[in-house]
Nanobody
Framework: QVQLVESGGGSVQAGGSLRLSCTASEFTYSRLCVAWFREVPGKEREAVAGIDYADNVTTYADSVKGRFTVSQVKSERTVTVYLQMDRLKLEDTAMYYC??????????????????WGQGTQVTVSS
């Protein structure tokens, strides 16, 4: 069973940057899709970005394209997925979660397809 541990987050002024990390371990067969989601109270949890372990293909929600970058660093038994968030806006304020499943594909952004989730980290953007 894949394990996910998040770090990063915090408070920043609009226009600033933050980086989130998600370390995944105990996954098998080199098949893994890690996605970042975010949630604000009263709204659906939405997909932000995703990356496929095998081929490094990345995908982004339209709202973050050009501002957020997802990347990964592989080690022997783990992979750390980073979400670099630049030019942050007030509307980026949310609890951010990483999630994992076997493959990304066209349905990468559908939260119900993910069974494993990180603990969440708060990102607050102020004016």
């Amino acid at each position: 069973q894949v394990q996910l541990v998040e770090s990063g987050g915090g408070s920043v002024q609009a226009g600033g940057s933050l980086r989130l990390s998600c370390t995944a371990s105990e996954f098998t067969y080199s098949r893994l899709c890690v996605a970042w989601f975010r949630e604000v109270p009263g709204k659906e949890r939405e997909a932000v970005a995703g990356i496929d372990y095998a081929d490094n293909v990345t995908t982004y929600a339209d709202s973050v394209k050009g501002r957020f970058t997802v990347s990964q660093v592989k080690s022997e038994r783990t992979v750390t997925v980073y979400l670099q968030m630049d030019r942050l806006k007030l509307e980026d304020t949310a609890m951010y979660y990483c999630a994992a499943r076997a493959t990304c594909g066209a349905s990468w952004g559908r939260r119900l397809f993910y069974k494993k989730w990180g603990q969440g980290t708060q990102v607050t953007v102020s004016s």
